[in-house]
């Protein structure tokens, strides 16, 4: 089994959709969550964190970790075609590696 | 430099070359990582440099793989006899070290394309 899972889609959505983007994990050290946006041909972003059970808001963006599931989830709302991208889960133990989920590609048509 | 700078943006090399991508990190960022991103594998970790520390090579899926740091701040990683199964996006962060809670800002990445 993977560290981390994650759906690859690709998630086609029309403007203003709420979006739901899911990763599972394994390992129940892992502390650290992160959810990262990245651009065609450009490196990933950070996008949010956090290392508690959960709901995290940053405007349009709230991430929500489940500890007793091992699942955290992304949702963003009123999503708009600049938010057209891959996103990448990650998640840190006690070491200072990030473990990356595949990503999920989201295109949000106008 | 304001982010992470990675050169060449992009790298055509014939099977059996040796390359070598260059990375500079953000200044006064002690710690390093090298990535790769292949198509439909994600981010595979390779190696990782914190200050003055060993690093951690455990990432680096063989000896024809090598990375450096110098002087705490430029690191290159070069691969010998490149394979086909090389080609792929390697991507290089940095973090201002003592944990990566609050992430890592990456460059935009090497894209190696091994013919």
């Known amino acids: 089994q993977k560290e981390v899972e994650q759906d690859p889609g690709p998630l086609s959505?029309?403007?203003?959709?709420?979006?739901?983007?899911?990763?599972?994990?394994?390992?129940?050290?892992?502390?650290?969550?992160?959810?990262?946006?990245?651009?065609?041909?450009?490196?990933?972003?950070?996008?949010?964190?956090?290392?508690?059970?959960?709901?995290?808001?940053?405007?349009?963006?709230?991430?929500?970790?489940?500890?007793?599931s091992k699942y955290i989830s992304l949702f963003i709302r009123d999503s708009q075609p600049s938010d057209s991208a891959t996103y990448l889960c990650a998640i840190k133990s006690g070491s200072?590696?990030?473990v990356f989920g595949k990503g999920t590609k989201l295109t949000v048509n106008p | 430099g304001a982010g992470v700078s990675q050169s060449p943006s992009n790298k055509v090399t014939e099977k059996g070359k040796d390359v070598e991508l260059r990375c500079d990190p953000i200044s006064g960022h002690t710690a390093l990582y090298w990535y790769r991103q292949s198509l439909g594998?994600?981010?595979?970790?390779?190696?990782?440099?914190?200050?003055n520390s060993a690093p951690d090579k455990s990432g680096l899926p063989s000896d024809r793989f090598s990375a450096e740091r110098t002087g705490g701040s430029v690191s290159t990683l070069t691969i010998q006899r490149t394979q086909q199964e090389d080609s792929a996006v390697y991507l290089c962060a940095s973090s201002p070290g003592g944990g990566a809670l609050y992430g890592y800002t990456f460059g935009s990445g090497t894209r190696l394309t091994v013919v």
């Open chain 1, 13 to 68: 959505v029309p403007e203003g959709a709420i979006v739901s983007l899911n990763c599972t994990y394994s390992n129940s050290a892992f502390q650290y969550f992160m959810w990262y946006r990245q651009y065609s041909r450009k490196g990933p972003e950070l996008l949010m964190y956090t290392y508690s059970s959960g709901n995290k808001e940053d405007g349009r963006f709230t991430a929500q970790v489940d500890k007793s």
């Open chain 1, 96 to 98: 200072e590696k990030l």
């Open chain 2, 41 to 51: 594998q994600g981010l595979e970790f390779l190696i990782y440099f914190q200050g």
